[in-house]
C-alpha cells in the first residue's frame, strides 16, 4: 500500500529532524549496516560478581584482607548495577 502525499511529508520531517538530533544513528540506519554494542548489562554484572567472589576466595588461603573487600566491593558493585538495570529496564516498558 503506497503512502499518502501527507504521510510521505511527515516522514521526509522525521527524517530531518533525525539527521538533526542524532546524526550517528541516522547515518547507521540509512547504511544499513548494524553497530555492535556495549556487553550487555546483565553479563557484564554476572561476571563482575563472579570476580568478586574469585577474589573473596582467594583471599581466604592466602590471607589477604584487600584480596576480599575488593571480591566484596565488586560483588556489592555488580549487584547494585543490576538492580539499577532492572528498574531502568522494566521502568522503559510502562
Known amino acids: 500500500m503506497p503512502l499518502s502525499e501527507?504521510?510521505?511529508?511527515v516522514l521526509q520531517q522525521l527524517e530531518r529532524e533525525l539527521f538533526i538530533q542524532?546524526?550517528?544513528?541516522?547515518?547507521?540506519?540509512?547504511?544499513?549496516?548494524?553497530?555492535?554494542?556495549?556487553?550487555?548489562?546483565r553479563i557484564r554484572d554476572v561476571v563482575t560478581a563472579a570476580v568478586g567472589v574469585l577474589l573473596i576466595l582467594l583471599a581466604i588461603p592466602?590471607?589477604?584482607?584487600?584480596?576480599?573487600?575488593?571480591?566484596?566491593?565488586?560483588?556489592?558493585?555488580?549487584?547494585?548495577?543490576?538492580?539499577?538495570?532492572?528498574?531502568?529496564s522494566s521502568s522503559r516498558l510502562l
Open 62 to 88: 592466602f590471607n589477604v584482607f584487600p584480596f576480599a573487600l575488593a571480591g566484596m566491593l565488586l560483588v556489592a558493585h555488580a549487584l547494585l548495577a543490576h538492580r539499577k538495570y532492572k528498574n531502568e
Open 6 to 9: 501527507r504521510e510521505r511529508k
Open 22 to 41: 542524532d546524526p550517528d544513528l541516522a547515518r547507521q540506519l540509512e547504511s544499513g549496516v548494524p553497530v555492535r554494542g556495549p556487553v550487555h548489562p
